[in-house]
């Protein structure tokens, strides 16, 4: 808990020092292509960037503690209020993806693992290094002209203001798609913890006890993979929070992802800012869950 | 029975003051940016797709004809056009009364009509330290007494809005007037920019102080009633603007601008009741919905699907068998590659160095560019001036901007830039046969970008086969512009559209002392300043035309660019949608579109 603190002032050192010293200046790029030395100096002086500094980093780490990083330099909009709106749209397609794709990896997983080395095995196998060879924007463009434009099973993109439409008619084949992408690699992955578990000596001892193999399976074999899955899933989860770029993009999804690129693109520092120090504060109440999570999991694991 | 016959005088009386049929709500035009908004106070934003927008909800006193070419101003709020007097120094305007804002809360329930002081605080708005406007410039040493002001707001970080400018202030509730330094007869396209003359109510300002963009209120055709940054923008007919009918002076052989206005003259304006605009920003999913018949326009059709939509630049088949059609028109707009003419190797006004940029210019190949890069959608520029602008000559022609990488061979050779270290790149000139060989590569700035590969490779196969060794620095734009402005890259390509009509707004970036700014290279040549200076006092005509020749002259001389492309815009429109024709430079062109609901709904069958 404690190292969340020197791990958040060394993330807002970095960021301010990058922006710094390798961001461009943003006075240049608000000014436009033609400017005078005045103009880019009272856009200077408006922004605060003709301050020491010290001054400045003590302006941003108010802020991180405030929880208020001012208005977006480029659209003027609040940068609360760019997170708390793009959140909503990325959480609507990112949650279903993570769920749906951790249950059916796992689901898939324990079964190949359960019929390792069979030829269903190897066949799945290798449709998985198949779809991990393949380009998540192949996948998308492909699927949105097929599904979309060819098939109409679904619009070719868009977002509306009920969630529930959202939900049911434009996030679908985004999901799908980016299901279509993550569930290849975590199922490889997963079943290489099931067929670690699988060759442990407790596993051999409960087939010798009598136990059924869907017992040993689903009881044994699962509980013990669940710890290496849940730290996988832990690592995955605050990305779940940002968004897919390009899924938001190809799908005018209006999501944090997207905002992110626009930002970085548009020199936007109060909004890049904001964003990595909630993607850090993210990481790292993430990290803490999953550790909680461990005990949970295994009685075993201790918290000293 | 007796009461409806008491009443039935009554309601024929008030159907005949009724105003025209308005907006039809049922027509629904709806199309896609490619790129996000950013806000919708004029004098914040320089953005395209923002000042598409405001130019749809706020009113410049001037506007264009939306049908004559040549371009043609025309008043907008004003009664008639500007009284130009003393020189063409001072501008009388007068607002025609009885122009209303939308409704707002800031107005206190009270209707809001549009006086003078309502463009004169707008002016000032732009001066505001505050705002930190883009489009200052263009004002910024222009109006009498402004400038003061500016400095003293600068000092003290606020404008005075009441502060009363020699040069800029209202004489009556109708009347206002604009006092220039010195003559400058591109002020009247000002006039109809949204982004530097579009009417802000003060009260409205004030009102939501940091938010103004969030709420556009103004005189406008149309209304902002959703907003989803970033995402979809819907937008409704003002209740309360003016009686404006559908109008224009298409040329007598301009048959596709005769046809709309036989089509659509006399109808009421806005004639659709709603726009929906979205933003997409990727390719595929804009040309996708539009061929799903998920948008009714296709603004600008994707390089990348040119190919399918206009082969040989001609409207696909079975798009006109749907009945698409289609309007190609030249962007008043250009791209080059400037040269930093303080850089020791490609800089300077000597002979030779003269001869090193003249020869760069004949060995790019331009047209491998439109075709392979662009996909045919732009042409060749041969001067510095966009197609559309005042000034512009469609038949200029010139041997200095044609590729020829024979003569740009022999011209090097002809100056001594030869390979004298046999690594295979040409040398800088020695004075002497004996001098030690002084080797030179040229470093050209670029982003990291896709669109911006296949540009890169057509310059460096083009300077390999002319000897120059070509190399790279990789960018991201806002640094790159910040070098630029530093002086500090020998090249980079940069693309320009004209906020105004004029020739001046090209030329604007070769004279001397907007080195640093507007002029990238840091061109300063005392004739061309002189000429520039001499141009901007003049009016449009024969004159103006002949000195703008002569500067175009030098510029080619001394090649302080080498000239790209004017980049064509391709825009669709489904079988429904009527009226739509790209204007040059004018930014509202909702109103004047219209949606054939019998054509839609054989459509939607």
Redesign the interface.
Known sequence: MWQMIPTLAGVILLIFFLFNWVGGDPAQVLAGKISNPEQIANIRKQLGVDQPYWYQLWVFVQQVFTFDFGRSWSTNEEVSRILLTRVGPTLTIMVPVLVIETVLAVALAVMVAYVRGSLTDRTIMVICTTAMSISFLVYIIFGQWLFGFILGWFPVQGWSESYWRNLTHYAPLPIMLAIFVGLAPALRLYRSFFLEEINQDYVRTARAKGLPEKTVMMKHVLRNALIPILTNVGIYLPSVFVGSFLLEVFFSIPGLGREIVTAVNRSDFPVIKAVTVYLAVLTMIVNLLVDVMYKLVDPRVSFK | MKLASLLAPLAVALAATAPAAAADNAKVFRYAFEV?E??F?PV?I?DLYSSNVIANIFDTPLTYDYLARPIKLVPNTLAAMPEITENGTLFTMRVKPGIYFADDPAFQGKKRELTAEDYVYSIKRLFD??K?S????LF?GQIAGMDEILAAA?KA?RLDYDAVAEGLRALDRYTFQIRLKQPNYNFLYYLAYCNLTCAVAREVAEHYG??T??HPVGTGPFRLTFW?????MVFEPNPGYREDYYNGTPAPDDAKGQAILAKLKGKRLPMVGRVEV?????P??RW??F??N?MDFLERVPNEFANVATPNNELAPNLKKRGVTMERTPGMELTYSYFGMKDPVVGGYEPEKVALRRAIVLGQDVGAEIRIARKNQAIVAHGPIGPGALGYDPDFRSTATEYDPAKAKALLDMYGYLDCNGDGWRDLPRKDAGDECKPFSIEYASAPSATQKPLDENWKKNMDAIGINLTFKKA????L??ES?AGKLQMWG?G?SAAYPDADAFF?MLYGP?GG??N?SRFNQPEFDRLYEQARRLPDGPERNAIYREMNRLFLVYAPWRLGVHRIYTDLSQPWTVGFRRHPVMRGFWKYVDIDQPVLATASR
């Open positions: 996000a950013t806000g106070d914040e320089s330290p505050k930190r883009p489009n200052l410039y910024e600068r970080n940091d938010r963009a969030e989803k940054r970033s995402s979809k979205y933003v997409i920003e990727e595929q999913p996708l919905a061929l799903n998920e991201k734009w806002p640094d512009l910040k402005k940069l320009w604007v907007n700014q507007a990238h």
